[in-house]
């Protein structure tokens, strides 16, 4: 099941390791580096999965959620931390994040997670 993909994250050698683990297993992967290259690639492609940073620079992956929410784009997000917190937790799950993964991400875990996204975003009414 091959889906179009957004990976958001500030640090390259994640942008890069994600976008070839996703591209191997034949999926079409677009980066970003940051919250205003990822919402222009937002607002011109309609994506299956969006895997995203919690930090990214001066916004937050949850500044992703709300984007999304704002927009009325229904789109499964994982947001991943090397930071987990309760509270950043919580408000993924608030703003309907599909998961919420700590770094170091396996390439096995990821692509498990975007397995399970991407089924979910064939269901239907999703």
Do not use: W
Not at 65 to 84: A, D, F, S
Not at 98 to 123: G, Q, R
């Amino acid at each position: 099941m091959n889906g179009s993909i957004l990976v958001i994250d500030d640090e390259e050698s994640i942008r890069y390791t994600f976008e070839n683990f996703l591209l191997e297993a034949g999926h079409s992967v677009v980066t970003a580096k940051d919250f205003p290259e990822a919402a222009r690639e937002i607002g011109k492609t309609q994506f299956d999965l969006i895997i995203t940073d919690i930090i990214l620079g001066g916004k937050t992956g949850i500044d992703i959620l709300r984007l999304l929410n704002e927009k009325g784009i229904v789109c499964p997000v994982v947001v991943i931390t090397g930071y987990p917190s309760i509270e950043t937790a919580a408000e993924a799950v608030k703003l309907s994040a599909f998961d919420y993964v700590m770094k170091p991400v396996t390439k096995d875990t990821l692509l498990n997670i975007v397995k399970k996204a991407l089924a979910l975003k064939k269901l239907p009414n999703k």
